[in-house]
């Protein structure tokens, strides 16, 4: 994967999208993980929509717990375990 995105904070919304738009556009192979707080921005629809081009897109299922209990999340639920795979095969990495 060619960018891995890691979202830890809910304001992320106004970088994130753009960045997200461009490597769409430019067929880059990008993934993303989002945690902490990062995963209220999963609230917006065109994030989610966005999403269905990531090779990954993961929410860490006890940060979904502590911020978004009982809701139903839009994407792959995962672990930490995760995030360090995806790390492990990204060539670059943009924190958020």
Known sequence: MELMFTVSQRDALP????????SKRRGAQWGCFFTDSGVEALDSKELVDLLTCATQAVAC???????????HCPINSGSQTNNSAMTADARHIISL
């Open 61 to 71: 299922e006890f940060s979904w717990e502590r911020y978004r209990s009982g809701a």
């Open 15 to 22: 970088v994130l999208l753009p960045l997200l738009r461009a």
